[in-house]
């Protein structure tokens, strides 16, 4: 029992030599790095803007006779690090594209805090025929939500052509004062592209486009009542943000209905 328990004391004097020796060199900045010691993703977080959504409108186009109800959907970054996506073929591709069919593989390109920077596939990017330029995929969800909580209309177009459009938060660290993306290349044989919002903008659609509408004729013939028009960033998880896992989501009521004021017009192809 006594060799027992020198040995306990043996190990705990041991034990308490090492804690004092590890104190020591930490105190001197010398010993194991820290996990957070090395370079970190400056990612993008993309949240959409509840004061754009809120510029929505019923009005019927006089050619057709449809009732759109139109709305603004505006992507903004409010991460650390820029959103900047790359689309690239071979001239081959290009060549072999077609109406419908003109697709670029697209690479989402992340900064580090070391300034060092790497690629990660996310898709790809699409020729929008109406728009004459091309789509980053994945960008954005809309949908009506009638007051029992069932989805009534949800907008295909989740694709967005990606620009420095609008400030959205110019405290930021990283904000540019001027925009750095502004082109998302109308040559439909571009064989390489950049797309992107940076940090503290965002990026506009006007409700007059085509793609922010929903055909709402129908709708129009019930009694009136309130409906969520929601407005979804991300919700595929496509890019690599910081709210990948838990996409941004903001909403407005509106009122549809029989009685309910209806101005005229109709979408438009847009720039």
Same mark, same amino acid.
């Given at each position: ?88 073929? &071979? ?20 900064? %580090? ?10 898709? %790809? ?15 954005? %969800? ?112 509106? &009122? ?16």
């Amino acid at each position: 029992m006594r060799r027992t328990a020198r040995s306990g004391r043996t190990a705990r004097t041991w034990i308490a030599a090492a804690a004092m020796a590890l104190g020591a060199l930490l105190a001197t900045g010398i010993g194991p790095a820290s996990a957070t010691d090395g370079p970190t993703d400056l990612l993008p977080a993309l949240e959409p803007l509840q004061r754009e959504l809120a510029d929505n409108d019923l009005v019927r186009e006089p050619v057709t006779g449809i009732t759109w109800l139109r709305f603004t959907g505006a992507p903004a970054n409010l991460g650390t690090g820029a959103l900047e996506v790359t689309g690239r073929r &071979t001239r081959e591709e290009a060549a072999a594209a077609t109406p419908g069919n003109n697709v670029l593989p697209a690479y989402q390109r992340i900064t %580090r805090s070391d300034g060092s920077s790497y690629e990660v596939p996310v898709g %790809r990017m699409t020729y929008h025929e109406e728009h004459k330029h091309f789509h980053m995929e994945g960008i954005s %969800r809309y949908r009506l939500i009638n007051g029992a909580g069932q989805v009534v209309r949800e907008s295909p177009k989740v694709a967005f052509c990606l620009v420095d459009l609008d400030i959205a938060n110019s405290t930021l660290p990283g904000f540019p004062v001027n925009p750095v993306y502004n082109s998302c290349s109308h040559n439909a044989n571009a064989t390489s592209l950049t797309m992107g919002i940076s940090v503290g903008w965002a990026d506009v659609y006007a409700k007059d486009l085509v793609g922010q509408s929903f055909d709402v004729g129908a709708l129009m013939n019930l009694p009136p009542q309130q409906y969520t028009l929601e407005m979804t960033t991300n919700p595929l998880g496509v890019l690599h943000e910081t709210n990948r896992t838990a996409p941004r989501t903001t909403s407005v009521n509106v &009122t549809i209905g029989q009685g309910v004021p209806v101005g005229v017009g109709g979408p438009r192809p847009g720039a």
